[in-house]
């Protein structure tokens, strides 16, 4: 086969543009830091980095979803362990009320006591964080309980409070296939009713 100068300077020129093209690329990868750009530059390669990517990107999430968790919970937590307070102060007050020797000044300041207990009861069932009620479950964005009526002596009365949250508790992705719970349900904690009947149930205080 006969090399003619037209064949070498065909030759000379695919070269070049060759070169311009890897060093196109080379210039490429040195200004963005990835050796990758697109899917062209290696298709494998892309494909294994796209996945990488979405992994992260994943496990990111987690993490957010695990911080997130944590900070609800010991709210949560923390509302609880208050409320259980509340309630060993109420028994107190109670075995005091049921003392015959009790004068009525005395009955006065206790019932006084009570109320007061009783708000602070209210305020712990509606606890929030981040502007979203603890123990609401989905519907987070709505007080969980309500409470209508005031105390009155004769005849004995006392407010009644009404659950308008959502019994359903949360769970969050940690991981993948892993839910945890995140809230818990306000209706059996504070009411003692999981069922929603009203009634408290069997075994639960």
Known sequence: MRVTQSMIIRSALGDLARTRSRLAQTQEQAASGKRINRPSDDPVGASAALLLDQGLAATEQ?????????TRVAAGESALANTTDLLIRARELAV???????????????????????AALHAEGNSRIGGSHLFAGYASATEP?????????????????AFAGDPNEIQVQIDENVLVRATANGQRVFMGDANGDGLVDAGKE
Request: charged content about 15%; hydrophobic content about 35%.
């Open 145 to 161: 309980f309500a409470a209508s009526g005031p105390f009155i002596d004769s005849p004995p009365s006392s407010p009644t409070v």
């Open 62 to 70: 987690f993490q957010r979803n695990i911080t997130q968790t944590r």
């Open 96 to 118: 005091q009320g049921a003392n015959g020797t009790q004068s009525a000044a005395t009955r006065a300041q206790l019932a006084e006591e009570v109320e007061s207990l009783h």
